[in-house]
């Protein structure tokens, strides 16, 4: 198992620039989210989705929008980036319940976006 | 008030120390307990995780929730230069199924 894969790890934009983080799971997650993570903030939940075709937002979603089409694959799209949204940004999944009964989440390695 | 309170540190022991961890929270909802170890540069990985209260050991960690205090701890017991990282605590649970809630995260150095 690959786990939790995001592309691209780094990345340069220029303010007003679109772009699309991606990240796919081969566990057969139902749950998968992206967070930002900013010194001193912590993780932050910017959109999440509990199965194909659902989708919904976290703590942060303005100017982020996620879709769902399969389970394997939740990308994150930014619409005209700002300076604000210079960030390490991070994909994650979950079971509802994972084989030992738990409800724990999985990483991926990170995106790190400088928006200019 | 955030709903997860953690102390970002640093947190700098020498080798062989115990380190401990705790993370306080507000929500009494919150079932699924975790810790989770980031390197620089690197996502957070799983370390151990608890439901409910209790104690749970694995090598030289122990996670330790007391939901009757909202409180949870990690100790890492004879402490290496390789444990030195961010550690992360975070929780879910009740009728919040998939929202995570994480703490800010300690950063912990073992000196050698």
């Known amino acids: 198992n690959a786990g939790v894969t995001q592309t691209p790890k780094f990345q340069v934009l220029k303010t007003g620039q679109s772009m699309t983080l991606q990240c796919a799971q081969d566990?057969?997650?139902?749950?998968m989210s992206w967070y930002r993570q900013d010194p001193g903030m912590g993780l932050r939940l910017i959109h999440y989705?509990?199965?194909?075709?659902?989708?919904d937002q976290g703590e942060v979603p303005n100017g982020y929008n996620v879709s769902r089409s399969t389970t394997e694959d939740f990308p994150l799209r930014l619409l005209s980036a700002a300076p604000s949204q210079t960030s390490v940004y991070f994909c994650?999944?979950?079971?509802?319940?994972?084989?030992?009964?738990?409800?724990?989440?999985?990483f991926g390695e990170g995106s790190w976006l400088t928006v200019v | 008030q955030k709903e997860v309170e953690q102390d970002p540190g640093p947190l700098s022991v020498p080798e062989g120390a115990i380190v401990s961890l705790n993370c306080t929270y507000s929500?009494?909802?919150?079932?699924?307990f975790m810790w989770y170890r980031q390197y620089s540069r690197k996502g957070p990985e799983l370390l151990m995780y608890?439901?409910?209260?209790g104690n749970k050991e694995d090598g030289r960690f122990t996670a330790q929730v007391d939901k009757s205090s909202k409180y949870i701890s990690l100790f890492i017991r004879d402490s290496q230069p390789s444990d030195s990282a961010t550690y992360l605590c975070?929780?879910?649970?009740?009728?919040?199924?998939?929202?995570?809630?994480f703490g800010a995260g300690t950063q912990v150095v073992v000196t050698p």
């Open positions: 994650a999944s979950s079971y509802r319940l994972d084989i030992r009964g738990g409800n724990t989440i999985y």
């Open positions: 566990m057969n997650h139902e749950y």
């Open positions: 989705s509990v199965g194909a075709g659902i989708t």
């Open positions: 929500n009494s909802a919150f079932q699924y």
């Open positions: 608890t439901y409910s209260s």
């Open positions: 975070a929780m879910s649970g009740g009728d919040s199924w998939g929202k995570f809630q």
